[in-house]
């Protein structure tokens, strides 16, 4: 009998590592877009007078 060569997976810790690495840079990529996005507003808010 001959046997069925497979292909060669990854192991799971490797897949959940970069499942884990994707994830947190989409967050830190969300976070920096965030801060950004709140600079701008408080500095329109300052330059129309509505906060000090």
Do not use: C
Request: aromatic content about 4%.
């Amino acid at each position: 009998m001959k046997s069925e060569q497979r292909k060669k997976l990854p192991n799971k810790k490797i897949i959940k590592s970069a499942k884990f690495e994707a994830k947190e840079q989409f967050t830190k990529s969300a976070l920096e877009n965030l801060k950004t996005e709140k600079d701008r507003i408080v500095n329109s808010l300052k330059k129309s007078g509505e906060i000090d």
